[in-house]
Protein backbone atom coordinates (compact mmCIF):
# COMPACT_ATOMS: atom_id res chain seq x y z
CA UNK A 1 0.00 0.00 0.00
CA UNK A 2 1.65 3.30 -1.14
CA UNK A 3 1.68 6.22 1.23
CA UNK A 4 -0.54 8.46 -1.48
CA UNK A 5 -3.02 5.21 -0.86
CA UNK A 6 -3.27 4.66 2.54
CA UNK A 7 -5.77 6.29 4.92
CA UNK A 8 -4.18 7.54 8.43
CA UNK A 9 -5.55 6.59 11.61
CA UNK A 10 -7.22 10.42 12.74
CA UNK A 11 -8.87 11.14 9.08
CA UNK A 12 -11.70 12.56 9.56
CA UNK A 13 -11.16 14.13 13.16
CA UNK A 14 -11.59 17.85 13.26
CA UNK A 15 -9.32 19.14 16.50
CA UNK A 16 -9.37 22.68 17.78
CA UNK A 17 -5.77 23.63 19.29
CA UNK A 18 -6.33 26.57 21.39
CA UNK A 19 -2.81 25.98 23.12
CA UNK A 20 0.59 27.94 23.79
CA UNK A 21 3.30 26.45 24.72
CA UNK A 22 5.53 23.24 23.39
CA UNK A 23 3.58 20.98 24.66
CA UNK A 24 0.13 21.41 23.03
CA UNK A 25 1.71 22.18 20.08
CA UNK A 26 3.59 18.87 19.65
CA UNK A 27 0.37 17.16 21.05
CA UNK A 28 -1.50 18.30 18.07
CA UNK A 29 1.10 17.71 15.79
CA UNK A 30 1.31 14.05 16.59
CA UNK A 31 -2.86 14.29 15.85
CA UNK A 32 -2.10 16.27 12.13
CA UNK A 33 0.55 13.51 11.43
CA UNK A 34 -1.98 11.07 11.69
CA UNK A 35 -4.57 12.16 10.11
CA UNK A 36 -6.39 14.65 11.87
CA UNK A 37 -7.65 17.85 10.54
CA UNK A 38 -6.45 20.72 13.26
CA UNK A 39 -7.29 24.35 13.17
CA UNK A 40 -4.61 26.27 15.74
CA UNK A 41 -6.45 29.47 16.67
CA UNK A 42 -3.68 32.09 18.08
CA UNK A 43 -4.44 35.71 18.75
CA UNK A 44 -3.16 38.50 16.46
CA UNK A 45 0.20 39.10 16.91
CA UNK A 46 0.26 37.18 20.37
CA UNK A 47 1.73 34.01 19.85
CA UNK A 48 5.41 33.69 21.56
CA UNK A 49 6.03 30.06 20.44
CA UNK A 50 5.96 31.66 16.80
CA UNK A 51 9.84 33.44 17.80
CA UNK A 52 10.61 29.55 18.05
CA UNK A 53 12.85 28.02 15.72
CA UNK A 54 10.83 24.65 16.53
CA UNK A 55 7.46 26.36 15.76
CA UNK A 56 8.14 25.30 12.43
CA UNK A 57 7.83 21.53 13.20
CA UNK A 58 5.43 21.90 15.61
CA UNK A 59 2.82 23.98 13.50
CA UNK A 60 3.19 22.18 10.58
CA UNK A 61 0.00 20.48 8.45
CA UNK A 62 -1.89 22.53 10.49
CA UNK A 63 -4.49 25.07 9.61
CA UNK A 64 -3.69 28.60 11.03
CA UNK A 65 -6.61 31.22 12.38
CA UNK A 66 -6.56 34.79 14.02
CA UNK A 67 -9.40 35.52 16.51
CA UNK A 68 -9.43 37.61 19.72
CA UNK A 69 -11.11 35.91 22.15
CA UNK A 70 -11.59 39.46 23.31
CA UNK A 71 -13.74 40.35 21.01
CA UNK A 72 -17.75 38.99 20.83
CA UNK A 73 -17.55 37.63 17.43
CA UNK A 74 -14.39 36.45 17.48
CA UNK A 75 -15.66 34.39 20.81
CA UNK A 76 -18.65 33.76 19.41
CA UNK A 77 -16.64 31.63 16.28
CA UNK A 78 -14.10 29.78 18.28
CA UNK A 79 -17.28 28.61 20.33
CA UNK A 80 -18.55 27.66 17.22
CA UNK A 81 -15.36 26.07 16.04
CA UNK A 82 -15.86 23.89 19.64
CA UNK A 83 -19.39 23.24 19.25
CA UNK A 84 -18.65 21.02 15.93
CA UNK A 85 -14.68 19.53 16.49
CA UNK A 86 -14.00 16.13 17.98
CA UNK A 87 -11.26 17.22 20.18
CA UNK A 88 -10.66 20.55 21.76
CA UNK A 89 -6.67 21.12 23.38
CA UNK A 90 -6.45 23.73 25.28
CA UNK A 91 -3.58 25.56 27.87
CA UNK A 92 -6.01 27.60 30.00
CA UNK A 93 -5.29 28.44 33.38
CA UNK A 94 -7.88 26.88 35.61
CA UNK A 95 -10.79 28.70 35.36
CA UNK A 96 -10.03 30.90 31.82
CA UNK A 97 -11.83 28.08 29.65
CA UNK A 98 -14.76 28.77 31.66
CA UNK A 99 -14.84 32.53 31.87
CA UNK A 100 -14.43 32.13 27.65
CA UNK A 101 -17.42 29.33 27.80
CA UNK A 102 -14.32 27.22 26.12
CA UNK A 103 -14.53 24.39 29.28
CA UNK A 104 -15.92 21.28 28.79
CA UNK A 105 -18.54 21.13 30.43
CA UNK A 106 -19.46 23.86 28.43
CA UNK A 107 -18.65 22.57 25.42
CA UNK A 108 -20.15 19.40 25.46
CA UNK A 109 -23.87 20.63 26.25
CA UNK A 110 -24.19 21.21 22.23
CA UNK A 111 -21.35 18.97 21.34
CA UNK A 112 -21.67 15.67 24.03
CA UNK A 113 -19.04 13.52 21.62
CA UNK A 114 -16.59 15.90 22.10
CA UNK A 115 -12.89 15.30 23.92
CA UNK A 116 -11.38 18.33 25.65
CA UNK A 117 -8.05 18.21 26.72
CA UNK A 118 -6.68 20.51 29.30
CA UNK A 119 -2.90 21.00 30.05
CA UNK A 120 -1.90 23.02 33.23
CA UNK A 121 1.03 23.57 35.09
CA UNK A 122 -0.01 21.95 38.03
CA UNK A 123 -3.57 20.44 37.44
CA UNK A 124 -6.59 21.99 39.06
CA UNK A 125 -8.49 22.04 42.50
CA UNK A 126 -5.31 22.88 44.33
CA UNK A 127 -2.77 25.62 45.76
CA UNK A 128 -0.56 25.45 43.25
CA UNK A 129 -3.20 25.86 39.59
CA UNK A 130 -3.08 29.33 38.91
CA UNK A 131 1.49 29.08 38.54
CA UNK A 132 2.41 30.00 35.83
CA UNK A 133 2.70 26.69 33.15
CA UNK A 134 6.59 27.24 32.32
CA UNK A 135 8.37 23.84 31.61
CA UNK A 136 11.57 25.38 33.62
CA UNK A 137 9.84 26.70 36.54
CA UNK A 138 8.10 23.61 36.84
CA UNK A 139 11.25 21.32 36.40
CA UNK A 140 12.46 23.63 38.91
CA UNK A 141 9.78 23.52 41.79
CA UNK A 142 9.39 20.12 41.40
CA UNK A 143 13.27 19.48 41.90
CA UNK A 144 13.09 17.43 38.62
CA UNK A 145 16.65 19.90 37.66
CA UNK A 146 17.78 18.31 41.00
CA UNK A 147 17.12 14.89 39.65
CA UNK A 148 19.05 15.50 36.59
CA UNK A 149 22.31 15.32 38.04
CA UNK A 150 20.88 13.16 41.21
CA UNK A 151 22.59 13.07 44.57
CA UNK A 152 25.53 11.26 46.23
CA UNK A 153 23.85 7.54 46.63
CA UNK A 154 21.00 8.56 44.09
CA UNK A 155 17.63 9.59 44.84
CA UNK A 156 16.64 6.45 46.66
CA UNK A 157 19.09 7.37 49.39
CA UNK A 158 18.45 10.75 49.63
CA UNK A 159 14.40 9.89 49.92
CA UNK A 160 14.79 7.26 52.98
CA UNK A 161 17.80 9.15 54.57
CA UNK A 162 20.65 6.42 54.09
CA UNK A 163 24.16 6.78 54.22
CA UNK A 164 25.25 6.09 50.44
CA UNK A 165 27.79 3.67 49.54
CA UNK A 166 31.51 4.51 50.30
CA UNK A 167 30.61 8.19 51.32
CA UNK A 168 34.33 9.19 51.29
CA UNK A 169 35.39 7.98 47.93
CA UNK A 170 37.08 10.07 46.18
CA UNK A 171 35.84 9.90 42.02
CA UNK A 172 38.32 10.60 39.35
CA UNK A 173 38.31 13.97 37.50
CA UNK A 174 35.61 13.75 35.01
CA UNK A 175 33.68 10.48 36.68
CA UNK A 176 30.31 12.42 37.88
CA UNK A 177 28.64 13.69 34.85
CA UNK A 178 27.59 17.29 34.73
CA UNK A 179 28.66 20.66 34.99
CA UNK A 180 31.70 20.67 37.46
CA UNK A 181 29.41 22.07 40.44
CA UNK A 182 27.14 21.11 42.60
CA UNK A 183 23.64 21.81 42.94
CA UNK A 184 20.75 21.62 39.73
CA UNK A 185 21.13 21.24 36.06
CA UNK A 186 19.13 23.16 33.36
CA UNK A 187 19.21 20.72 30.33
CA UNK A 188 18.42 22.48 26.83
CA UNK A 189 15.94 19.91 26.08
CA UNK A 190 12.41 20.58 27.48
CA UNK A 191 11.71 17.00 28.95
CA UNK A 192 9.06 17.68 31.24
CA UNK A 193 6.54 19.36 27.43
CA UNK A 194 8.00 16.29 25.96
CA UNK A 195 6.34 14.48 28.35
CA UNK A 196 3.14 16.37 28.96
CA UNK A 197 2.81 16.59 24.62
CA UNK A 198 2.82 12.64 24.72
CA UNK A 199 0.83 11.87 27.47
CA UNK A 200 -2.01 14.30 26.14
CA UNK A 201 -1.72 12.33 23.28
CA UNK A 202 -2.31 9.05 24.58
CA UNK A 203 -4.90 10.62 26.92
CA UNK A 204 -7.28 11.92 23.70
CA UNK A 205 -6.18 8.84 21.76
CA UNK A 206 -7.77 6.71 24.47
CA UNK A 207 -10.79 8.63 24.81
CA UNK A 208 -10.99 8.25 21.14
CA UNK A 209 -11.20 4.51 21.31
CA UNK A 210 -14.01 4.76 24.07
CA UNK A 211 -16.28 7.05 22.27
CA UNK A 212 -16.19 4.36 19.35
CA UNK A 213 -18.44 2.89 21.90
CA UNK A 214 -20.30 5.51 23.71
CA UNK A 215 -20.71 7.78 21.75
CA UNK A 216 -19.58 10.41 23.63
CA UNK A 217 -16.79 12.38 24.33
CA UNK A 218 -15.16 13.30 28.07
CA UNK A 219 -12.76 15.39 29.92
CA UNK A 220 -8.76 14.20 29.43
CA UNK A 221 -6.35 16.71 31.94
CA UNK A 222 -2.92 16.09 31.81
CA UNK A 223 0.01 18.82 33.19
CA UNK A 224 3.66 19.35 33.30
CA UNK A 225 3.61 18.35 36.79
CA UNK A 226 1.95 14.79 35.84
CA UNK A 227 5.05 14.67 33.08
CA UNK A 228 7.72 15.74 35.94
CA UNK A 229 6.50 12.42 37.90
CA UNK A 230 6.40 10.45 34.85
CA UNK A 231 9.93 11.08 34.14
CA UNK A 232 10.91 10.33 38.12
CA UNK A 233 8.85 7.51 38.16
CA UNK A 234 11.85 5.03 38.58
CA UNK A 235 13.39 7.03 41.30
CA UNK A 236 11.21 9.19 43.26
CA UNK A 237 9.82 5.97 45.60
CA UNK A 238 9.20 5.78 49.07
CA UNK A 239 9.29 1.65 50.12
CA UNK A 240 9.06 0.03 53.31
CA UNK A 241 12.62 -1.77 52.64
CA UNK A 242 15.05 -0.05 50.66
CA UNK A 243 17.12 -2.30 51.73
CA UNK A 244 15.47 -5.42 50.34
CA UNK A 245 18.00 -7.41 48.27
CA UNK A 246 18.81 -5.45 44.59
CA UNK A 247 16.63 -2.79 45.35
CA UNK A 248 19.19 0.24 45.37
CA UNK A 249 21.34 1.12 42.26
CA UNK A 250 24.40 3.09 41.90
CA UNK A 251 23.32 3.81 38.34
CA UNK A 252 21.47 6.90 39.72
CA UNK A 253 24.29 8.33 42.23
CA UNK A 254 25.43 11.56 41.18
CA UNK A 255 29.21 10.62 41.72
CA UNK A 256 28.51 7.41 38.92
CA UNK A 257 30.06 7.62 35.26
CA UNK A 258 27.23 7.59 32.39
CA UNK A 259 29.77 6.10 29.94
CA UNK A 260 30.80 9.42 28.36
CA UNK A 261 34.58 8.92 26.38
CA UNK A 262 36.29 11.03 24.50
CA UNK A 263 38.22 9.18 21.97
CA UNK A 264 41.40 9.60 19.61
CA UNK A 265 39.42 11.46 17.06
CA UNK A 266 38.21 13.97 19.90
CA UNK A 267 35.04 12.50 19.08
CA UNK A 268 33.05 11.79 22.34
CA UNK A 269 31.00 8.36 22.49
CA UNK A 270 28.42 7.03 25.04
CA UNK A 271 29.05 3.65 26.36
CA UNK A 272 26.24 2.10 28.26
CA UNK A 273 26.51 0.48 30.69
CA UNK A 274 30.29 0.82 31.10
CA UNK A 275 32.24 -2.58 30.71
CA UNK A 276 35.75 -2.20 31.89
CA UNK A 277 36.65 -5.55 30.52
CA UNK A 278 35.37 -4.97 27.05
CA UNK A 279 37.35 -1.77 26.80
CA UNK A 280 40.58 -2.75 28.42
CA UNK A 281 40.41 -5.79 26.96
CA UNK A 282 39.66 -4.40 23.30
CA UNK A 283 42.23 -1.57 23.63
CA UNK A 284 45.48 -3.88 24.68
CA UNK A 285 47.09 -4.08 21.58
CA UNK A 286 48.16 -1.71 18.34
CA UNK A 287 44.51 -3.04 17.30
CA UNK A 288 41.28 -2.11 18.68
CA UNK A 289 39.45 -5.87 18.27
CA UNK A 290 37.23 -8.01 20.34
CA UNK A 291 39.54 -10.01 22.16
CA UNK A 292 37.34 -11.67 24.79
CA UNK A 293 35.13 -14.23 22.19
CA UNK A 294 31.90 -12.49 24.32
CA UNK A 295 29.00 -11.18 21.95
CA UNK A 296 25.91 -11.26 24.12
CA UNK A 297 27.45 -8.80 27.34
CA UNK A 298 24.76 -10.48 29.66
CA UNK A 299 27.31 -14.09 29.31
CA UNK A 300 30.31 -11.25 30.67
CA UNK A 301 31.48 -13.11 33.62
CA UNK A 302 32.76 -9.60 34.40
CA UNK A 303 30.19 -7.00 34.22
CA UNK A 304 29.81 -4.65 36.58
CA UNK A 305 26.41 -5.26 38.86
CA UNK A 306 24.11 -2.71 39.43
CA UNK A 307 24.73 -3.01 43.52
CA UNK A 308 25.71 0.26 45.17
CA UNK A 309 28.85 -0.64 46.26
CA UNK A 310 30.04 -1.25 43.01
CA UNK A 311 30.20 2.52 42.46
CA UNK A 312 33.80 1.97 43.75
CA UNK A 313 35.08 -0.74 41.49
CA UNK A 314 33.93 1.95 38.50
CA UNK A 315 36.07 4.46 39.99
CA UNK A 316 38.97 2.27 40.41
CA UNK A 317 38.16 1.24 36.21
CA UNK A 318 37.87 4.99 34.78
CA UNK A 319 41.03 6.44 34.28
CA UNK A 320 42.06 3.23 32.82
CA UNK A 321 39.18 2.93 30.88
CA UNK A 322 39.61 6.73 29.43
CA UNK A 323 43.05 6.03 28.70
CA UNK A 324 42.18 3.02 26.80
CA UNK A 325 39.28 5.16 24.72
CA UNK A 326 41.13 8.04 23.74
CA UNK A 327 43.95 5.43 22.17
CA UNK A 328 41.54 4.57 19.19
CA UNK A 329 38.99 6.97 17.11
CA UNK A 330 35.16 6.76 17.74
CA UNK A 331 34.32 4.63 14.90
CA UNK A 332 36.60 1.95 15.66
CA UNK A 333 34.83 1.84 19.13
CA UNK A 334 31.37 1.84 17.39
CA UNK A 335 32.38 -1.04 15.13
CA UNK A 336 34.16 -3.01 17.91
CA UNK A 337 31.54 -2.88 20.11
CA UNK A 338 28.80 -4.12 18.07
CA UNK A 339 31.11 -7.12 17.64
CA UNK A 340 31.32 -7.29 21.60
CA UNK A 341 27.40 -6.91 21.70
CA UNK A 342 27.56 -3.85 24.06
CA UNK A 343 25.83 -0.82 23.39
CA UNK A 344 27.63 2.62 22.07
CA UNK A 345 27.42 5.21 19.52
CA UNK A 346 28.75 8.60 18.68
CA UNK A 347 27.95 11.41 20.38
CA UNK A 348 26.47 13.34 17.73
CA UNK A 349 25.27 16.90 17.11
CA UNK A 350 21.56 17.86 16.32
CA UNK A 351 22.30 18.91 12.46
CA UNK A 352 24.74 15.53 12.61
CA UNK A 353 21.48 13.34 13.90
CA UNK A 354 19.31 15.27 11.05
CA UNK A 355 21.65 14.34 8.17
CA UNK A 356 21.89 10.90 8.54
CA UNK A 357 21.06 9.78 5.62
CA UNK A 358 19.69 5.76 7.04
CA UNK A 359 16.96 8.01 9.63
CA UNK A 360 16.19 10.23 6.09
CA UNK A 361 15.41 6.73 4.05
CA UNK A 362 13.37 5.36 6.56
CA UNK A 363 11.57 8.28 7.25
CA UNK A 364 12.40 9.39 10.82
CA UNK A 365 13.54 12.39 9.48
CA UNK A 366 12.15 14.10 6.50
CA UNK A 367 12.43 17.26 4.61
CA UNK A 368 9.56 19.90 4.11
CA UNK A 369 9.18 23.31 1.66
CA UNK A 370 8.86 25.48 4.03
CA UNK A 371 7.29 28.57 2.35
CA UNK A 372 9.56 30.93 4.58
CA UNK A 373 12.63 28.98 4.91
CA UNK A 374 12.94 26.58 2.29
CA UNK A 375 13.74 22.93 2.22
CA UNK A 376 13.45 22.37 6.09
CA UNK A 377 14.86 19.16 7.83
CA UNK A 378 13.37 17.70 10.63
CA UNK A 379 11.49 15.14 12.78
CA UNK A 380 9.02 13.03 10.51
CA UNK A 381 6.47 10.70 11.76
CA UNK A 382 7.14 9.43 15.41
CA UNK A 383 5.62 6.01 15.59
CA UNK A 384 4.52 3.86 12.28
CA UNK A 385 0.94 2.15 11.84
CA UNK A 386 1.39 -0.56 9.10
CA UNK A 387 -1.62 -0.08 7.83
CA UNK A 388 -2.68 3.55 8.35
CA UNK A 389 1.25 4.88 9.01
CA UNK A 390 0.45 8.77 8.70
CA UNK A 391 1.99 11.54 6.83
CA UNK A 392 2.72 14.84 7.33
CA UNK A 393 0.05 16.82 5.63
CA UNK A 394 2.52 19.85 4.91
CA UNK A 395 4.29 22.65 6.57
CA UNK A 396 3.77 25.37 9.07
CA UNK A 397 1.98 28.22 7.55
CA UNK A 398 2.31 31.72 8.42
CA UNK A 399 0.25 32.44 11.34
CA UNK A 400 -3.55 33.67 10.22
CA UNK A 401 -3.02 32.23 6.55
CA UNK A 402 -7.07 30.29 6.98
CA UNK A 403 -8.88 32.91 8.85
CA UNK A 404 -11.31 33.60 5.98
CA UNK A 405 -11.37 30.22 5.05
CA UNK A 406 -12.63 28.99 8.43
CA UNK A 407 -15.04 32.25 8.86
CA UNK A 408 -16.33 30.77 5.55
CA UNK A 409 -16.60 27.50 6.88
CA UNK A 410 -18.45 28.78 9.79
CA UNK A 411 -21.14 30.15 7.83
CA UNK A 412 -21.85 27.41 5.82
CA UNK A 413 -21.69 25.57 8.77
CA UNK A 414 -24.73 27.84 10.18
CA UNK A 415 -26.80 27.59 7.38
CA UNK A 416 -26.90 23.97 7.29
CA UNK A 417 -27.65 23.85 11.35
CA UNK A 418 -30.48 26.33 10.65
CA UNK A 419 -31.93 23.35 8.07
CA UNK A 420 -30.80 20.14 9.78
CA UNK A 421 -32.49 18.89 13.08
CA UNK A 422 -30.00 18.68 16.01
CA UNK A 423 -28.09 15.52 17.01
CA UNK A 424 -29.62 13.94 19.76
CA UNK A 425 -26.51 12.90 21.66
CA UNK A 426 -27.53 9.53 22.74
CA UNK A 427 -24.82 6.72 23.65
CA UNK A 428 -24.50 3.46 21.53
CA UNK A 429 -23.11 1.25 24.58
CA UNK A 430 -21.95 1.60 28.13
CA UNK A 431 -19.08 3.61 29.53
CA UNK A 432 -16.11 0.81 30.45
CA UNK A 433 -15.28 1.38 33.81
CA UNK A 434 -11.34 2.07 32.08
CA UNK A 435 -10.27 3.43 28.40
CA UNK A 436 -8.81 -0.10 27.39
CA UNK A 437 -10.65 -2.53 29.51
CA UNK A 438 -11.13 -5.23 28.03
CA UNK A 439 -7.81 -5.38 26.19
CA UNK A 440 -5.41 -8.32 26.64
CA UNK A 441 -2.28 -7.30 25.95
CA UNK A 442 1.15 -9.36 26.14
CA UNK A 443 4.44 -7.65 27.48
CA UNK A 444 7.54 -9.48 26.01
CA UNK A 445 10.15 -6.44 26.69
CA UNK A 446 12.84 -6.14 29.24
CA UNK A 447 14.08 -3.24 30.59
CA UNK A 448 12.74 0.20 30.74
CA UNK A 449 11.13 1.45 27.13
CA UNK A 450 9.03 -1.76 26.76
CA UNK A 451 7.65 -1.96 29.75
CA UNK A 452 7.03 1.44 30.58
CA UNK A 453 4.96 1.80 27.32
CA UNK A 454 2.81 -1.46 28.57
CA UNK A 455 2.46 -0.18 32.08
CA UNK A 456 0.47 3.23 30.59
CA UNK A 457 -1.57 0.87 28.88
CA UNK A 458 -2.08 -0.99 31.97
CA UNK A 459 -2.85 2.24 33.68
CA UNK A 460 -5.69 3.29 31.28
CA UNK A 461 -7.23 -0.48 32.07
CA UNK A 462 -5.76 -2.98 29.82
CA UNK A 463 -5.35 -6.34 31.30
CA UNK A 464 -1.25 -6.51 30.97
CA UNK A 465 0.55 -9.94 30.99
CA UNK A 466 4.35 -9.77 31.24
CA UNK A 467 6.17 -12.59 29.85
CA UNK A 468 9.34 -13.19 31.96
CA UNK A 469 12.34 -15.24 31.31
CA UNK A 470 14.65 -17.13 34.40
CA UNK A 471 17.45 -14.27 33.87
CA UNK A 472 14.67 -11.01 34.80
CA UNK A 473 14.50 -11.46 38.36
CA UNK A 474 17.46 -9.99 39.20
CA UNK A 475 16.28 -6.96 37.22
CA UNK A 476 12.67 -6.75 38.09
CA UNK A 477 13.98 -6.36 42.09
CA UNK A 478 15.54 -2.94 40.93
CA UNK A 479 13.54 0.13 41.59
CA UNK A 480 13.85 0.99 38.01
CA UNK A 481 12.05 -1.85 36.64
CA UNK A 482 9.48 -1.13 39.58
CA UNK A 483 9.23 2.17 37.91
CA UNK A 484 8.06 0.31 34.83
CA UNK A 485 5.69 -2.42 35.79
CA UNK A 486 2.87 -2.08 37.71
CA UNK A 487 -0.13 -2.99 36.94
CA UNK A 488 0.64 -6.42 35.30
CA UNK A 489 0.54 -10.02 36.17
CA UNK A 490 3.05 -11.88 35.29
CA UNK A 491 4.31 -15.45 33.96
CA UNK A 492 7.45 -17.56 33.89
CA UNK A 493 8.28 -19.34 30.13
CA UNK A 494 11.52 -20.45 28.91
CA UNK A 495 10.95 -19.52 25.39
CA UNK A 496 13.70 -21.42 23.81
CA UNK A 497 11.62 -24.92 24.68
CA UNK A 498 8.77 -25.83 23.16
CA UNK A 499 6.39 -25.83 25.73
CA UNK A 500 7.67 -22.77 26.46
CA UNK A 501 6.57 -21.63 23.18
CA UNK A 502 3.26 -23.79 23.32
CA UNK A 503 1.80 -21.81 26.60
CA UNK A 504 2.74 -18.16 24.28
CA UNK A 505 0.80 -19.55 21.98
CA UNK A 506 -2.42 -19.61 23.37
CA UNK A 507 -1.87 -16.47 25.15
CA UNK A 508 -1.66 -14.62 21.97
CA UNK A 509 -4.43 -16.67 20.78
CA UNK A 510 -6.57 -14.88 23.34
CA UNK A 511 -3.94 -11.52 23.31
CA UNK A 512 -5.42 -8.24 21.44
CA UNK A 513 -1.51 -6.81 21.69
CA UNK A 514 1.85 -7.66 21.59
CA UNK A 515 4.40 -5.73 22.70
CA UNK A 516 8.57 -6.36 22.27
CA UNK A 517 11.70 -4.35 22.06
CA UNK A 518 14.47 -6.71 21.57
CA UNK A 519 16.72 -6.69 18.17
CA UNK A 520 14.66 -7.93 15.24
CA UNK A 521 17.00 -10.37 14.71
CA UNK A 522 16.88 -11.63 18.37
CA UNK A 523 13.21 -11.68 17.64
CA UNK A 524 12.69 -13.77 14.43
CA UNK A 525 15.24 -16.57 16.40
CA UNK A 526 13.57 -16.54 18.80
CA UNK A 527 10.14 -16.86 16.94
CA UNK A 528 8.37 -14.14 18.67
CA UNK A 529 9.06 -11.66 15.55
CA UNK A 530 5.48 -9.91 13.93
CA UNK A 531 5.01 -13.04 10.96
CA UNK A 532 5.40 -15.65 13.64
CA UNK A 533 3.05 -13.98 15.96
CA UNK A 534 0.73 -13.62 13.12
CA UNK A 535 0.71 -16.70 12.23
CA UNK A 536 -0.78 -17.47 15.79
CA UNK A 537 -3.37 -14.57 15.89
CA UNK A 538 -4.04 -12.98 12.31
CA UNK A 539 -5.42 -9.82 14.30
CA UNK A 540 -2.67 -9.05 16.95
CA UNK A 541 -1.48 -5.77 16.99
CA UNK A 542 2.32 -5.89 17.26
CA UNK A 543 4.05 -3.70 18.50
CA UNK A 544 8.07 -3.23 18.24
CA UNK A 545 9.94 -0.21 19.87
CA UNK A 546 13.19 -0.72 18.41
CA UNK A 547 16.64 0.87 19.50
CA UNK A 548 17.37 2.02 15.76
CA UNK A 549 15.85 2.40 12.32
CA UNK A 550 15.64 -0.61 10.07
CA UNK A 551 18.74 0.08 8.08
CA UNK A 552 22.97 -0.17 9.25
CA UNK A 553 22.25 -0.22 13.16
CA UNK A 554 18.99 -2.24 13.13
CA UNK A 555 21.29 -5.02 14.84
CA UNK A 556 23.22 -3.56 17.07
CA UNK A 557 22.56 -2.97 20.55
CA UNK A 558 20.93 0.04 21.43
CA UNK A 559 19.42 1.62 24.91
CA UNK A 560 18.37 4.69 26.16
CA UNK A 561 21.48 6.41 25.98
CA UNK A 562 22.42 5.58 22.68
CA UNK A 563 19.60 6.93 20.84
CA UNK A 564 20.48 10.22 22.84
CA UNK A 565 23.82 10.02 22.27
CA UNK A 566 22.65 10.09 18.01
CA UNK A 567 20.09 12.31 18.23
CA UNK A 568 22.09 15.21 19.29
CA UNK A 569 20.44 15.52 23.04
CA UNK A 570 23.51 14.87 25.11
CA UNK A 571 25.56 17.18 22.85
CA UNK A 572 22.77 19.75 23.63
CA UNK A 573 22.54 19.73 27.31
CA UNK A 574 25.81 19.41 27.93
CA UNK A 575 26.83 22.54 26.15
CA UNK A 576 29.25 21.11 23.98
CA UNK A 577 29.28 24.33 21.38
CA UNK A 578 30.41 25.74 24.53
CA UNK A 579 33.06 23.45 25.05
CA UNK A 580 31.35 20.92 27.78
CA UNK A 581 30.95 17.39 27.91
CA UNK A 582 28.16 15.57 26.17
CA UNK A 583 25.53 14.87 29.26
CA UNK A 584 22.70 12.32 29.62
CA UNK A 585 20.25 13.89 31.88
CA UNK A 586 18.70 11.02 34.44
CA UNK A 587 14.85 12.20 33.29
CA UNK A 588 15.08 11.98 29.61
CA UNK A 589 12.51 10.22 27.35
CA UNK A 590 14.81 7.64 25.16
CA UNK A 591 13.33 4.91 27.05
CA UNK A 592 9.83 6.93 29.05
CA UNK A 593 8.79 8.43 25.74
Known amino acids: ?209 VRLTTGHGQLVETSLLQAAMTLTMGKWQRVENPFATGYRMWITDARAPKGHFRCADDRWVHHWVPNPMFVLSS ?84 DLDDPEYGPLRQVGIVYRLSETPGRVQGPASAPGTHTAEVRAEL ?46 LADLGATVIKVNARRDPWWHCTHIAMGANRGKRSIGIDLKTSDGMSTLHRLVQQADVVHMNIRASAARRLGVDEESMRAVNPSIIYCHTRGFEDGPRSDSPANDQTGNALAGTEYEDGGCADGGAPFWSLTSMGDTG
Not at 139 to 149: D, I, M, P
Not at 411 to 432: C, I, M, Q, Y
Open 411 to 456: ARDAEVRRATPAATGKRSGVAPKHPLAGVVVLDLGFAVAGPFGTQI
Open 283 to 366: ADGDQLVSRRGITNVRHDPDRVGNDPENIVVLAHYQPEMAAAMARFPSTDWVRVAREYGVPLQQVRTPEEGLADQALFDEGVVI
Open 1 to 209: MSEAQSSSVLDGIDVLDLTRGMAGAISTMLLADHGARVTRVEAPGDDPLEASAGSRVWTRGKRRAQFDLREARDLADVQALAARADVVVQTFRPGVAARYGLDHETISVANPSVITCAITGYGRGNRHEQRPAYDALVAARTGLQWENRSWMGGAIDHIHGIEPAAPDLEVPEGMAPGAPRSGPIFTYTAWPSLCTAYLAATGISAALH
